[in-house]
Antibody
Framework: QVQLQESGPGLVKPSQTLSLTCTISGGSITSGFYYWNWVRQPAGKGLEWIGRIDSSGSTNYNPSLRSRATVSVDTSKNQFSLKMNSMGAADTAVYYC???????????WGQGTLVTVSS | EIVLTQSPATLSLSPGERATLSCRASQSISSYLAWFQQKPGQAPRLLIYDTSNRATGIPARFSGSGSGTDFTLTISSLEPEDFAVYYCQQRSNWLTFGGGTKVEIK
């Protein structure tokens, strides 16, 4: 059973760049064709899709984030990553990584990591 | 952007009762709708995809229906572990989520 685990700094200063990593266990990131996603959730609020990369390396992003996000894969480490620049207080949220077998489906999720933007 | 509106915001029911949750899309999304369950401090869990297909390991008391713009998640008989927040999500045009329905114990 594939498992996903997010890691990264819990605190980011305003205007800085956030870097998060999602490590896959129980399977290889190169096994099969999947979509590797990032989703976030501010405290007490709903879910927002950030972006994804598929097994061919193609990426798609939420237009509302205005090109602030970049998703990439490191097959040697069985990981994929999120970088988001110009972080502000509104970006404080729990960030989840998730896998989908089809574009737009999220069938496996990490446990989430809280990112707080504060000076 | 397709907006998903969930109703009601809160549903107060007792164990054993039937729960009916609604999700309405601002434009047609065909059958590209999924439902998730989220408990406090946990990641969302996929329940239903493409309107009516149960995800692996999801009990038969969960069912989904609808098409176009109006969709329903039904829990036929609430178990204690079903009290949680439920989100709908569309993948017809980019990806958006509804605001959630909290199913609480009456």
């Amino acid at each position: 059973q594939v498992q996903l685990q997010e890691s990264g700094p819990g605190l980011v200063k305003p205007s800085q760049t956030l870097s998060l990593t999602c490590t896959i266990s129980g399977g290889s990131i190169t096994s099969g064709f999947y979509y590797w996603n990032w989703v976030r959730q501010p405290a007490g609020k709903g879910l927002e899709w950030i972006g994804r990369i598929d097994s061919s390396g193609s990426t798609n992003y939420n237009p509302s984030l205005r090109s602030r996000a970049t998703v990439s894969v490191d097959t040697s480490k069985n990981q994929f990553s999120l970088k988001m620049n110009s972080m502000g207080a509104a970006d404080t949220a729990v960030y989840y990584c998730a896998r989908g077998a089809t574009p737009g489906l999220f069938d496996h999720w990490g446990q989430g990591t809280l990112v707080t933007v504060s000076s | 952007e397709i907006v998903l509106t969930q109703s009601p915001a809160t549903l107060s029911l007792s164990p054993g009762e039937r729960a009916t949750l609604s999700c309405r899309a601002s434009q047609s999304i065909s059958s590209y709708l999924a439902w998730f369950q989220q408990k406090p401090g946990q990641a969302p869990r996929l329940l239903i995809y493409d309107t009516s297909n149960r995800a692996t390991g999801i009990p038969a008391r969960f069912s989904g229906s609808g098409s176009g713009t109006d969709f329903t998640l039904t829990i036929s008989s609430l178990e204690p572990e079903d009290f949680a927040v439920y989100y709908c999500q569309q993948r017809s045009n980019w990806l958006t989520f509804g605001g959630g329905t909290k199913v609480e114990i009456k």
